[in-house]
């Protein structure tokens, strides 16, 4: 898999990804809500809070099967 960059495309809508904000950070809890065109993920409180700076993406793996 290659890293996307968000100038290129973003997910489909609430698809979980992997993401790099600042150049150097990677995560792998965030999604693009289309609706509201911005990035953000799901706190423990079930709050969805905004994610700034992303600059690439990627889908995350399938679960192994065994």
Not at 5 to 30: E, M, W
Not at 45 to 54: A, F
Request: hydrophobic share 30%; proline share 8%.
């Amino acid at each position: 898999m290659e890293w996307i960059k968000c100038s290129d495309r973003t997910p489909n809508f609430l698809d979980c990804v992997g993401y790099i904000t600042d150049g150097q950070t990677i995560r792998a809890d965030g999604y693009y809500d289309q609706e509201l065109k911005r990035w953000a993920y799901q706190n423990n409180l079930d709050y969805d809070v905004e994610i700034p700076g992303i600059t690439h993406w990627m889908p995350l793996p399938n679960f192994p099967n065994d």
